[in-house]
């Protein structure tokens, strides 16, 4: 099995920043971050393979950066420029053979998540 730990969430005012840290053990492929807020549905944010590819979610192009390294278990998820729409709780998701998928029911390991408050 598969276990994450998110860290690195909290309030923020727009305009700022934050990062958030997923650290995972036991063998992943993928490595995501997704998001919910209130009322809505999880929606990716970003994602990473094991090859080092990634994937932006087009609402965070340009504001959120992935670093880190899927083969070494960490993660970092960079978020400047944030926005009140930003708001959600955001939690990792890991993947264990050879795709990224984009729909939260492909990731069967889930962190408990971080609360990001834009305000």
């Known amino acids: 099995d598969v276990q994450l730990v998110e860290s690195g969430g909290g309030s923020v005012q727009a305009g700022g920043s934050l990062r958030l840290s997923c650290a995972a053990s036991g063998y992943t492929w993928c490595i995501a971050w997704f998001r919910q807020a209130p009322g809505k549905a999880r929606v990716r944010v970003a994602a990473?393979?094991?090859?080092?590819?990634?994937w932006y979610a087009d609402f965070v192009q340009g504001r959120f950066t992935l670093s880190g390294d899927v083969a070494r278990d960490t993660l970092y998820l960079q978020m400047n420029n944030l926005k009140p729409e930003d708001t959600a709780m955001y939690s990792c998701a890991a993947h264990v053979s050879g795709y990224c998928p984009s729909w939260a029911s492909g990731y069967a390991y889930w962190g408990r998540g971080t609360q990001v408050t834009v305000s």
């Open positions: 990473r393979d094991r090859d080092g590819v990634t």
